[in-house]
């Protein structure tokens, strides 16, 4: 049978995450793939009281349908939430939209937002899920280089004046940052670059998505405020998750907006899936309301910290011989960008499974396809030992592989 699908389902590819991730069930792997928290910082035995007693106790909600916008009572442990978190005065419940997981925010930002051929900026590299959102729109990526402090925003100047010149300023609907321990760099966007990236937007009349799941996964510095801050609801859609601080499987994903945005977006999650999961969210509010989440993170994040310490120390060791060798040293998050000097990444990991050790090509992270020598390594899954075990293997995997080239280690 030959269906006739159509062109969307024609240009859809496999999430290439997705698909290195599987040889990581090999026996005796090592993987630095998926940025999937350590499931021993889960508080399971809290969300299994709270499970019997919300479905006992709360049944005519918990096992109902919920209304598509959110459950109220995790709406309201989101807005003090927002104010602890970011300081954020004067949102209402029309502002917040709760969503299954961070992934479908993104994607109803591009259903209501992008048509075919507009434009989106973003940087280089940035957030697969992010990108393959925005790409099932259509949309035309701006690419900006991220520097030590963000994305560079001469560059992004420049796409917004080119496109003033040529009369399509109106088609770049947005700019898009992940603005804490960018995922996949570890980079955060500096206090002076969100305050100047929101005069950007203000000058040249375009929207900024803030997309901050790691924030509160903060192991050293002060917390910078949020570019929604500077921006407020008007210049601004922050979106945030449960999945790092809590625990992924509960799906849950914000939004926060101007209500007139939520209200498309609410609209349009009604034709995706009706409604979020009524069981999950108020469980998540349950949780919110009588344990302090802030509190509760505070092992994991140090469990991270260390985790982070000792893949830096492991990387030092390795390949401090090998010349313009690089690698992030994040304030927080879950991942280490890594840059080997005339590697392809992607050539490079078949090497690496051979040696049984698996990270994520910097290429997956390109807007527009091409090779990259960098590539994304989480330590916030193995152990510490697996961690100096596996970048003791990224080495001989990098051997093998300019051996094989015939390169010289330099």
């Known amino acids: 049978m030959e269906y006739r699908f159509s062109m969307l389902a024609n240009k859809l590819k496999s999430s290439m995450i997705r698909e290195l991730l599987k040889y990581a069930s090999v026996p005796g792997a090592v993987s630095f793939g998926g940025g999937t928290p350590d499931p021993e910082t889960f508080p399971r035995h809290e969300l299994a009281e709270l499970a ?10 918990t096992l109902q349908y919920a209304t598509t916008e959110g459950d109220p009572e995790l709406i309201k442990q989101i807005l003090i939430l927002l104010k602890r978190v970011y300081n954020l005065d004067g949102l209402l419940p029309e502002n917040v939209l709760i969503t299954v997981g961070s992934q479908q925010a993104l994607e109803l930002v591009g259903k209501v937002l992008l048509d075919p051929g507009d434009y989106v900026i973003v940087g280089d590299p940035e957030y697969l899920g992010a990108l393959s959102a925005f ?3 259509d949309a035309r990526f701006l690419v900006v280089k991220f520097e030590k402090d963000g994305p560079d925003l001469n560059q992004v100047e420049d796409h917004l004046k080119r496109a003033q010149r040529e009369n399509e300023l109106s088609r770049v609907k947005f700019i898009y940052v992940v603005s804490n321990f960018q995922n996949p760099s570890g980079i955060t966007t500096s206090l002076e670059k969100r305050k100047n990236l929101v005069e950007l937007a203000e000058k ?8 901050d799941p790691y924030g509160v996964l903060r192991f050293r510095g002060e917390q910078l405020p949020s570019i929604m801050n500077f921006g407020g609801t008007d210049r601004v859609i922050l979106l945030n998750t449960f999945s790092k601080i809590l625990c992924p499987g509960l799906r849950i994903g914000v939004v926060v907006a101007d209500r007139q945005i939520v209200r498309k977006m609410v609209l349009a999650k009604q034709g995706t899936d009706l409604c979020s999961p009524s069981l999950t969210m108020r469980l998540t509010a349950r949780y919110l309301e009588r344990y302090d989440v802030l509190e509760q993170i505070k092992p994991a994040i140090e469990l991270y910290r260390k985790k982070k310490e000792t893949m830096i120390e492991a990387l030092k060791e390795e390949f401090s011989d090998v010349t313009d060798a690089q690698w992030t040293d994040p304030d927080g998050g879950l991942f280490v960008w890594t840059t080997l000097p005339d590697v392809d990444t992607m050539e490079m990991f078949k090497y ?11 290429e997956a992270f390109k807007p527009y396809e091409e090779p990259s020598s960098s590539m994304r390594m989480s330590f916030c899954l193995p152990s510490f030992e697996q961690i100096r075990e596996g970048v003791r293997r990224l080495k001989q995997a990098y051997l093998d592989y300019i051996e094989a080239k015939g390169l010289r280690c330099r």
């Open 135 to 137: 790409r099932m729109r």
């Open 52 to 61: 019997r007693e919300v479905i006992e106790k709360e049944y005519k909600y």
């Open 352 to 362: 690496a499974e051979q040696r049984k050790v698996f990270y994520i090509p910097g």
């Open 204 to 211: 040249y009349n375009v929207l900024i998505v803030e997309d």
